[in-house]
């Protein structure tokens, strides 16, 4: 059986943030670029839920971790 794979839409879908790519875009646009000492999860402006669930997946590798991987290295990308 495969693993499902995830997009970024889905992935912030299910952080309750709204998952339009315009709106992933700005999202990402705001908030970085994240110090590289700032760990995702650890990152100011999530809930204590978000974090708790972006933290989790990677320690698990869940199905959702490439995803979370792919929006860790977006936001602490320089502009």
Same mark, same amino acid.
């Given at each position: #059986?495969?693993?499902? /794979?995830? *997009? #970024?839409? +889905?992935? =912030?879908?299910?952080?309750?943030?709204?998952? @339009?790519?315009?709106? /992933?875009?700005? =999202?990402? @646009? *705001?908030?970085?670029?994240?110090? *590289?000492? /700032?760990? %995702?999860? &650890?990152?100011? =402006?999530?809930?204590?839920?978000?974090?708790? =669930? !972006?933290? @989790?997946? !990677? !320690? @698990?590798?869940?199905?959702?971790? &490439?995803?979370?991987?792919? %929006? +860790?290295?977006? %936001?602490?990308?320089?502009?």
């Amino acid at each position: #059986m495969e693993a499902p /794979i995830h *997009t #970024m839409s +889905n992935l =912030f879908a299910q952080l309750g943030l709204p998952s @339009e790519q315009a709106s /992933i875009e700005h =999202f990402i @646009e *705001t908030h970085r670029p994240l110090a *590289t000492s /700032i760990l %995702l999860s &650890e990152a100011p =402006f999530w809930t204590p839920a978000q974090a708790t =669930f !972006l933290s @989790e997946e !990677l !320690l @698990e590798d869940a199905d959702w971790a &490439e995803v979370i991987d792919e %929006l +860790n290295a977006e %936001l602490h990308a320089k502009r």
